[in-house]
Nanobody
Framework: EVQLVESGGGLVQPGGSLRLSCTTS????????MSWARQAPGKSLEWISAIDAGGSNTYYADSVKGRFTISRDNAKNTVYLHMNSLKTDDTAVYYC???????????????WGQGTQVTVSS
């Protein structure tokens, strides 16, 4: 059974930082591109970052470019999202997924975790 478990979310003040983790099991992690998506209240899913299987190539949406960094540790079957300079607009549930582009035409593809809540508020 494939499982993805996100952790590291919480409440943080604007300008603060968080590191999200997504630990996987039941799959050959090192062969999968991985990604992060988020869903803010009342909004659709947004694909925000991706990293290829080897960790050489990354993608960032304009909304997070320069503030978020994706990384992975294939020995730990884990992908990370380092989030800096957080804004109130970053408040959302954050999901990891086993595809480079996990949201296509509004539909999800690949395996997904259950999500972790990030709230940015003073």
């Amino acid at each position: 059974e494939v499982q993805l478990v996100e952790s590291g979310g919480g409440l943080v003040q604007p300008g603060g930082s968080l590191r999200l983790s997504c630990t996987t099991s039941g799959l050959l992690f090192s062969s999968y591109d991985m990604s992060w998506a988020r869903q803010a209240p009342g909004k659709s899913l947004e694909w925000i970052s991706a990293i290829d299987a080897g960790g050489s190539n990354t993608y960032y949406a304009d909304s997070v470019k320069g503030r978020f960094t994706i990384s992975r540790d294939n020995a730990k079957n884990t992908v990370y999202l380092h989030m800096n300079s957080l804004k109130t607009d970053d408040t959302a549930v954050y999901y990891c997924a086993t595809r480079w582009q996990p949201v296509i035409d509004g539909s999800t593809v690949g395996f997904w975790g259950q999500g972790t809540q990030v709230t940015v508020s003073s």
